[in-house]
């Protein structure tokens, strides 16, 4: 009976080292958001076209506001999943197709999706709803 444990020990050790967890995307911290704005408003002027976007202070490093269409609005952490912890926050690039990480270069699409790594996770989506012109976005 020994023999045949000392023969699993071996298999057994290699079976629980290569057991990991899925998610091994460092944690962002999740801070409350309750933010609205009027997407009419003259503070906001590219949101009144399609693929324009607007940056707000709330979060844990801002967030990202991103017109799809006259209805439908997303709202991203300005935090890449990749480092939060570093001092960098995500940026719309000028040509407006993605947002990008000016630290480690990751890059997603304007619906919050990987494109470019070294990331691997999409980015932190809050909740939005439009109410005539005002957009609240919450957690």
Partial sequence: MRSRFL?????????????????????????????????????????RQDGGYAYLPEGYKGIIVVRQNAGSYLAFERTCTYDPGNDCKL?????????????CGSQFNLQGQVIGGPAISALRQYRTSLVASTLYISN
């Fill in 7 to 47: 023969l699993l020990l071996p298999l057994l050790v290699i079976l629980a080292g290569s057991c990991k967890d899925s998610n091994n995307s460092p944690i962002i911290p999740t801070v409350p958001v309750s933010a609205q704005l009027n997407v009419n408003s003259q503070l906001y002027p590219d949101l």
């Fill in 91 to 103: 940026e719309v690039d000028p040509s407006r197709l993605y947002i990008t990480d000016p630290c």
